[in-house]
């Protein structure tokens, strides 16, 4: 018994006669994580790049996934006004827009709802914007600002003169043209495209051609024509998105399925319990650490050089990370079943395989399988990434759209996809892994 006269103190020496380094060690550790975190800062230089950051560009992407750009010129030096889009405008070959005024010798354009236009003809051009006008003389060498107190989205550089009206464009304007940009919400031409029949037309009118309207190509349905038109839309490329959509799917499913069926009988000789061969059990946790050590982008990079770019690659990627990270989960979960099952299957006289199979399986086959599904889960997202350097799937296409930076609605719509497969393929993991584990996984 405990002699009651003892202080707590001499009860429990233990507690109260910890070591220096014990007793200060959460002080320590913090001051250490903090110490790291400044040199951090320092190392990186993170305030120099932060401040030198291009912060304005953040918000001009962010609203070119939600919006389109019109640009056009309409030149003034010639014997009339000829407006001048862009090849491949999403308004067409012969715009007609309700945007576009037509006035007497010249045009009005509305940039936006708020007052924002510019009208024009071949001598003169008023800019408002805010409530607030600007006039100009087009008829000599430069412009000339003829109004006296100039606003802050207004400013004459080179001689030209460039209004600033912000979300909505901007206008530049000299005395042989006049130049502009006009943003607006949406995503043009996202079912048919410039080249198709049913540009331009209302749903209205698409879908009394769709119902009963006559064959707009002789020979084919109107349906079949519109799907056709959908499917391979020249600005947005559903085909080719969908199809790069499904390769990215069977890629993540594919590689995930070649590394489960390697890594599980691979396990089997990394566990210590199952198999007692020292040299063996180090020589394939050592494979293991050496595939799934290796990142998945950096084998992807090995097969694109080996197999050319293609799904081929993205397979092989997958696969290989696969192999090491399942086998050391499939290894430890092993290495930690209730070794009293086995030994009372052996002792009945039954067979390696026997005793594995009845012994061994039935503790870890569940988890086994939930580890495998979150993996599957996991690599939907990573054959994303690893297509853009060249390994197939969606990632290569959506790697195209951001490169050319100007296509940045073409992302955010490959971006929405993505996210819809990792949703659905969370829920069907998730569903998957609670029939097995019996419970709810988060």
């Known amino acids: 018994m405990t002699d009651m006269t003892l202080t707590l103190e001499q009860r429990y020496p233990a507690v109260f006669k910890q070591s220096v380094l014990k007793r200060f060690a959460p002080l320590i550790a913090l001051v250490a994580v903090v110490l790291y975190l400044f040199y951090a800062v320092w190392f990186f230089a993170l305030p120099s790049v932060i401040s030198g950051g291009k912060w304005d560009r953040l918000g001009d992407y962010m609203q070119q996934w939600i919006a389109y750009d019109i640009n056009a010129e309409y030149r003034l030096d010639g014997p009339t006004i000829v407006g001048k889009y862009p090849r491949f405008s999403v308004l067409g070959a012969d715009p007609h827009p309700d945007w576009l005024v037509p006035r007497e010798g010249g045009y009005t354009i509305e940039l936006g709802g708020a007052g924002q236009s510019v009208t024009f003809t071949k001598t003169a ?3 408002t914007n805010a409530g607030q006008s600007v006039d100009l003389d087009l008829t000599g060498a430069e412009v000339r600002v003829l109004t006296q107190d100039l606003p802050s989205w207004f ?10 009206m912000g979300f909505v464009g901007d206008v530049r304007v000299s005395p042989d043209r006049v130049k502009f940009r006009k943003r607006a919400f949406g995503w043009p031409n996202f079912l048919f495209d410039i080249n198709s029949p049913f540009f331009g037309k209302s749903a209205g009118e698409v879908t009394s051609l769709l119902v009963s309207g006559p064959d707009l190509v002789p020979g084919t349905s109107n349906v079949a024509l519109a799907a056709n038109n959908i499917w391979f839309n ?9 199809t790069k959509l499904l390769q990215t799917i069977v890629m993540a499913f594919a590689g995930t399925l070649i590394g489960a069926i390697v890594s599980f009988p691979l396990a089997f000789f990394a566990a210590r319990n199952i198999m007692p061969n020292k040299p063996v059990n180090q020589i394939i946790k050592r494979l293991f650490d050496f595939f799934r ?3 998945m982008l950096i084998w992807a990079l090995f097969f694109t050089r080996a197999f050319g770019p293609g799904p081929l690659a993205g397979i092989g990627a997958i696969a290989l990370t696969e192999t090491g990270t399942l086998g050391k989960l499939y290894s430890e979960g092993l290495e930690n079943i209730d070794d009293k099952q086995r030994e009372g299957i052996a002792s009945t006289g039954a067979g390696v395989i026997t005793t594995q199979r009845y012994g061994v399986l039935p503790q870890v086959l569940p988890v086994m399988i939930s580890q495998t599904l979150y993996q599957w889960e996991s690599n939907t997202r990573s054959a994303s990434i690893i297509g853009a350097v060249g390994a197939g799937g969606i990632g290569l296409k959506l790697w195209e759209s ?13 971006v929405l996809l993505i996210l819809a497969v ?13 029939r097995l584990i019996g419970k709810v996984q988060h």
């Open 155 to 164: 400013v004459v550089k080179s001689g030209e003169a460039i209004a600033d």
């Open 422 to 434: 990792v949703f659905i393929f969370d829920n069907i993991s998730n569903a998957l892994r609670t």
């Open 234 to 242: 020249a600005q947005w490329q559903h085909g080719d998105v969908w």
């Open 402 to 414: 951001m490169r050319t930076n100007s296509n940045w609605s073409n992302v955010f719509y490959m």
């Open 293 to 295: 050590s290796v990142d």
């Open 125 to 127: 051009a008023t800019l």
